[in-house]
């Protein structure tokens, strides 16, 4: 019971953490002053951390864990991947052209990893 209710949160939160991605890309592009606002930045990690947190629980009640599970590590590989794309996307990066090119990376990137999970391999 306890791990139904952990993966809805944790399938939840991914769902949420990819749509919201996917639009503050999208005020990054046509309203940038979005982009910063305090609640959205906020709503992003409190969503963030229960998809960690959520994450975490799911491998300590499986007995799964990193360097233990290929592709646990190659999910946690991915994520910093994604986390790095993320920041370059909607803050860091110097030009539209480059920030769009680090944002569909990194919708890859955590396509990548969905898919991963599905398959519980590395290699899909
Ligand atoms: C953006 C980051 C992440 C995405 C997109 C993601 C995606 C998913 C998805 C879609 C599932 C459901 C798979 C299924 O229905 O069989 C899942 C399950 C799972 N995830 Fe994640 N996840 C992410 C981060 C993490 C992290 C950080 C951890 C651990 C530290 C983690 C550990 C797990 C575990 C243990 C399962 C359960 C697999 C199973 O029940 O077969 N995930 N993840």
Do not use: E
Not at 72 to 87: D, E, F, H, P, R
């Amino acid at each position: 019971m306890l791990y139904y209710w952990v993966k809805t949160l944790h399938v939840s939160t991914v769902v949420f953490t990819i749509g919201f991605f996917a639009l503050r890309f999208f005020w990054m592009l046509y309203n940038p002053g979005l982009v910063r606002k305090k609640w959205v930045r906020y709503l992003s990690v409190l969503n963030d951390t229960l998809l960690l947190g959520a994450g975490i629980t799911l491998a300590i009640i499986l007995h799964q864990y990193p360097l233990q599970s290929p592709w646990l590590t190659a999910k946690l590989i991915a994520l910093l991947v994604y986390i790095l794309l993320g920041m370059h996307a909607l803050r860091l990066g110097k030009s539209k052209k480059s920030r769009t090119i680090s944002a569909l990376l990194a919708l890859l990137t955590v396509g990548y990893i969905v898919l991963v999970a599905l398959k519980r391999s590395p290699l899909l």
